[in-house]
């Protein structure tokens, strides 16, 4: 499963509180979450949180992070940028990789993670208001971008195709937030090193 969050645009002026709606692209809008399987359905959207707030926050803060701790999902693992923390269910890129190995691992982590790249392109293709900008107060917003997540996913289990936008991955490099690393450190954890040494066998 791929978690990732995006920005989907909300146009509105106003209120004391209308900055934190500013992203860090510099225009208003909500930062969604969701988490997509391979077939571009949408199987958790988050879209509660102005466009200010930080990734991690929002999954520190999510439902679907409660239920991976209880154990829910068994040993599924989700696949997040180096916004999000690493955790023994959140595999995140290796910050300085030292090994084929580990290269392999951030080569196979970042062409795995376009999925949910691809989906947010699907999904916005499906409803170019989404893009465009929703013209309405915040809550009547995110009660549209759940509903048309809903629809989205109608359409996929019906058939109703529409081709994955292209994901440049140097683009997607480029749009991530740095890893927020300690010195020295290399954001490595047990988990993510039995995915290691699966590609230092290939």
């Avoid at 002026?13 to 909500?30: M, P, T, Y």
């Avoid at 988490?35 to 707030?53: F, T």
């Avoid at 900008?133 to 529409?162: M, P, S, W, Y």
């Avoid at 292209?166 to 890893?179: A, F, S, W």
Wanted: proline share 5%.
């Amino acid at each position: 499963m791929n978690n990732f969050c995006d920005y989907i645009q909300v146009l509105f002026l106003g209120g004391n509180n209308a900055e934190v709606f500013r992203n860090r692209k510099g225009f208003f809008s909500l930062n969604v979450q969701a988490i997509s399987d391979s077939r571009y359905v949408i199987m958790d959207i988050v879209a509660r949180w102005p466009g200010s707030c930080h990734d991690s926050h929002i999954f520190a803060n999510s439902l679907i992070k409660r239920r991976f701790e209880a154990g829910e999902f068994g040993e599924s693992v989700l696949l997040g940028d180096s916004g999000y923390p690493l955790l023994n269910y959140l595999m995140t890129p290796i910050g300085n990789p030292q090994t084929p190995a580990e290269e392999r691992y951030n080569g196979a982590h970042i062409s795995s993670r376009t999925v949910v790249e691809r989906t947010f392109g699907i999904y916005k293709r499906r409803f170019p208001v989404l893009s465009l900008g929703l013209r309405c107060k915040v809550h009547f917003a995110q009660e549209i971008i759940v509903a048309t997540a809903v629809l989205h996913n109608i359409a996929i289990l019906h058939k109703d195709e529409i081709v994955p936008p292209p994901v440049d991955v140097n683009n997607l490099l480029e749009d991530m937030e740095p890893p927020q690393l300690v010195a020295g450190d290399r954001n490595i954890n047990f988990v993510q090193q039995r995915y290691v040494n699966y590609f230092q066998q290939l």
